[in-house]
């Protein structure tokens, strides 16, 4: 059908008649300017996308009449440029693809069809343990293990690059995900089948929204959603409300990025953005450069909005010259941005568009700041770290307590390391990381740190040799400049080695401790310290023998390290005495902004990002010379223990299945607050006791090959198996933190997994109780996944996380939410009870269902499919069975 916005479309450059684009102001519609420029890019895709059909002309309106709509509720069609996966959901999504062929042709379909339809970039940045400490040969050597444990899964992913179209992948070893993305992937305006629009993504990852900082708009998406996406469906969304944030001042010489991003991830708390936009304005953007900017977006996730968005200005357009991009995409970048009212001068007011609500911070208040320590938005100024962390050891068990009693606050545990004599406290340091992408990306901290390591040294500084210290940076480039730069030695002298490229700390991938340190933290029952410069630091996440976990810029990780403790103030208290007997405060060598600026001016440059990203797809030899099959149907492995079919099609039929109530449910878990993806789903080590482990021992497997969780999300059996496996999960039927549960119906304690089996052999249908902001955390589809595996049909919960909501939506399982004022304690449930959920044949969004319980009761709950979208899915048994009858049929 022809678009109806056709008479919009109109050449660039009248030289090149060939690539046009939809300008958007021809629609001489007053209402485009008034737009939040993260709205116009919502409109500009559904205007080019246009077909009357997936998206309609009531779309456009309904978009371009934002400023009434953005409170209606109301649903939008979004069409993403392009879809970005990491390795650790590319699997997954290479499985379910491969796993959808067969089901498709098994309905009489055309297998050919499951094909990638849009750009799909897949970064390899896998996780690998941190094994090898201190070490000069540390990167060698844990690329080298991962190539080891991790060959099965690589081969998998490059047959996947030539079974499906559009899908480019980037390999092991060059940077983590969002980084690369930022440095290299971004188009920010696509030059495409003759037409220019803007560059715009969802991701696999909740922190996919770092590249909002360079005026892509991107957010994160649930690994299933993407899939979706990747085969030609537009994302269905609720129009949003956009919170202006207006950024005034210029900060003090000595704050980092870090401590801006934690400020504002407090104060965006406070405000309530969860489901929102955030778009940035104000002259104050203009001090922030695009590494500062993406630090903010990057942790958008940690303050609950969908997207916290930088319109391009002046200083993108550098940051894109910087990093080695092409200067004649540029010149078309800037010129067609223009024509479309999306460039920023962020000194001109007369830009400034409407917002829902417009907060703002005064960047001359910033002060230096960390953020723990079991919550990545609890932050702590470091001026109160020592009072803060004493504070939470003796107060009761929680977000900021660790239950001590008082007379144990101050209890020392010596130990023997390398044959010489420490002494472990409460707040001592056992792990300092600098990690991630939130900070790894910005040349300011990063030359910061190196800056503060090559003065320490020179003070006769040191760290304790029993400190677990690592550096993984974000990308190749980052390890280019504090080489040139002449850093890079003295952070190796305090231990600060290169070990990796990829998430590892942050996502608890440290390796093990030292044995002693783990005897003398066991033996004092200690509440020992992680130090990490990531964006992470949920229980159970970063290390299970560090119980406290504070994010800070990586400067501050250094200072850390060097003091060995948490409990210092830095302020009064000297960071350590050297050689000579000399006090050294931390601001003896804490380098300024005007320090840190002058390097960066001088050594990162575009040749580096030239010279690293030209051979990024070529350089790594082990994935070159990896072999891949080139069939288009994969061929599976009864015994491979990485790649395994999964069961999710196997009942599939042509025809719907009409929705049934839940009968007498039991429930499998009775959870609180804040239950994060990390609990339902963890990504790090497979414990030996744990259900996984025994599956894996009965495939013949020994420990030491056990890998991750995150490893292995392409086994089912072993996802299911880690589901709710995370030793921190704290479940009220056994009132302690503990991966188990009750068996209702005989009263024994069981691993969940176990019990969750027990359940299904009986014909149990289950239900999870939960509280506040269920799903919070990583985008992590297997979180949904899993339950779906252990035959949880429903989760009954007071609030949700936006994308894990959107995971079990796609699923197939019922996002169940109490009605306001409502909870588990306020209806007196004890979860001991059987629940039956009554679903009507006609259902409509949000609606409310009766819940009948044995002992009698009754309640309302509201059904949250928030779209008719997402009730389709839900009829469907989920979104991808949605797409295979669909595919079969046409």
Request: with cysteine; aromatic share 10%; hydrophobic share 35%.
């Amino acid at each position: 059908m022809t678009n109806p916005y056709a008479h919009t479309v109109e050449p660039l450059d009248p030289q090149k008649p060939d690539h046009k684009f939809f300008n958007l102001r021809k629609l001489k519609d007053p209402r485009y300017e008034q737009l939040p420029f993260s709205i116009r890019v919502l409109l500009e895709s559904a205007v080019r996308n246009c077909d009357q059909f997936l998206v309609k002309q009531d779309d456009v309106e309904k978009i371009l009449n934002w400023k009434v709509t953005q409170s209606q509720t109301v649903e939008v069609p979004f069409r993403p440029a392009r879809v970005i996966l990491q390795d650790f959901t590319g699997v997954p999504a290479v499985v379910d693809f491969a796993a959808m062929r067969d089901a498709v042709k098994k309905l009489q379909g055309d297998p050919e069809k499951i094909n990638p339809v849009c750009p799909a970039d897949l970064v390899i940045d896998h996780s690998i343990q941190v094994d090898f400490n201190r070490k000069s040969d540390s990167l060698q050597k844990n690329q080298d293990l991962e190539f080891e444990r991790n060959r099965e899964r690589f081969e998998f992913l490059k047959w996947g690059s030539k079974a499906f179209r559009n899908m480019r992948i980037i390999p092991p070893g060059s940077g983590i995900v969002h980084q690369v993305n930022l440095e290299y992937l971004a188009r920010v305006v696509f030059d495409q089948d003759g037409f220019y629009y803007p560059d715009s993504l969802v991701g696999t990852d909740s922190h996919t929204t770092m590249i909002d900082g360079l005026g892509v708009l991107g957010w994160g998406v649930g690994g299933i959603e993407a899939e979706a996406v990747m085969l030609g469906q537009p994302i269905s969304m609720v129009l949003p409300e956009v919170i202006g944030y207006r950024l005034l001042g210029t900060p003090d010489k000595y704050i980092t990025s870090t401590d801006i991003v934690l400020t504002v991830t407090k104060h965006l708390r406070q405000v309530g953005v969860v489901g929102k936009f955030v778009e940035f304005f104000g002259p104050g953007v203009a001090q922030l450069s695009i590494a500062d900017r993406a630090t903010i977006a990057n942790m958008c996730p940690e303050y609950g909005a969908t997207a916290a968005f930088f319109p391009v200005d002046q200083i993108s357009i550098q940051y894109l010259k910087q990093t080695g991009r092409d200067m004649e995409k540029l010149s078309y970048i800037e010129k067609y941005l223009k024509a479309v009212g999306m460039f920023r001068d962020y000194s001109n007011t007369a830009q400034d568009p409407q917002f829902t609500q417009v907060v703002e911070l005064d960047l001359t208040t910033v002060e230096p700041c960390c953020s723990g320590p079991k919550r990545p938005h609890d932050r702590v100024s470091v001026a109160e770290m020592k009072k803060d962390f004493e504070t939470c050891l003796v107060a009761k068990q929680g977000f900021k307590g660790f239950q001590v009693s008082p007379d144990r606050c101050d209890v020392q545990v010596p130990f023997q390391f390398n044959g010489a004599e420490y002494s472990l406290a409460h707040g001592s340091v056992v792990i300092a990381a600098i990690t991630s992408c939130t900070n790894t990306s910005n040349p300011s901290v990063m030359l910061g740190a190196g800056l503060l390591a090559q003065k320490a040294v020179q003070a006769g500084l040191t760290v304790k040799p029993y400190i677990k210290t690592s550096l993984s940076p974000g990308s190749g480039v980052v390890t280019y400049y504090l080489k040139e730069s002449g850093v890079m030695d003295f952070l190796s002298q305090l231990g600060f080695e290169v070990v990796g490229y990829g998430c590892m700390t942050c996502i608890g991938n440290s390796g093990p401790l030292p044995e002693p340190v783990v005897e003398a933290i066991t033996q004092g029952d200690l509440v020992a310290a992680g130090v990490l410069s990531g964006n992470r630091n949920f229980e159970g996440r970063v290390h299970p023998n560090t119980r406290a976990n504070y994010l800070a810029s990586p400067p501050l990780v250094i200072a850390y390290a060097i003091a060995g403790t948490v409990r210092i103030d830095f302020e009064k208290q000297p960071l350590a005495v050297n050689s000579e007997g000399k006090e050294v405060y931390l601001r003896d060598i804490w380098p300024t902004r005007e320090e840190i600026q002058a390097v960066e001016r001088q050594f990162v440059i575009p040749t580096m990002f030239k010279e690293v990203y030209e051979k990024v797809e070529k350089v790594n030899e082990r994935w070159n010379s990896l072999k891949a099959p080139s069939d288009k149907l994969y061929t599976w492995d009864p015994n491979s223990t990485y790649i395994k079919s999964p069961p999710f099609f196997d009942e599939l039929t042509r025809e719907l299945q009409t929705p049934k109530p839940i009968t007498d449910a039991y429930v499998l878990l009775n959870l609180g607050d804040s239950v994060t993806t990390d609990h339902i789903s963890p990504a790090g080590n497979i414990a030996r006791n744990s259900s996984a482990a025994r599956y894996l021992t009965s495939r013949g497997l020994t420990a030491r090959e056990f890998n991750s969780y995150g490893s292995r999300r392409g086994n089912d059996a072993v996802m299911a198996r880690g589901t709710f496996a995370n030793i921190r999960l704290f479940n009220k039927f056994i009132n302690k933190q503990s991966p188990t549960t009750i068996y209702l119906p005989t009263g024994e304690t069981l691993d969940v997994f176990d019990a969750a089996e027990k359940y299904q052999q009986a014909g149990h249908p289950l239900l999870i109780l939960a509280g506040k902001e269920y799903g919070s955390g990583s985008s992590r589809d297997w979180a949904a996944k899993g339950p779906f595996l252990l035959g949880i049909k429903a989760v009954l919960a007071e609030s949700y996380e936006r994308i894990h909501r959107s995971n079990l939506v796609g699923m197939g399982v019922i996002p169940l939410e109490y009605l306001p004022g409502d909870s588990a304690e306020s209806l007196g449930l004890s979860g001991r009870e059987r629940y039956t959920v009554m679903i009507p044949p006609q259902l409509k969004p949000r609606m409310t269902v009766d819940i009948k319980l044995d002992t009698g009761k009754t309640f309302q709950a509201r059904m949250r499919f928030d779209t008719d979208v997402e009730l389709t899915y839900f009829h469907h048994g989920g979104i991808l069975n949605y797409m295979i009858r669909k595919m079969s049929e046409n």
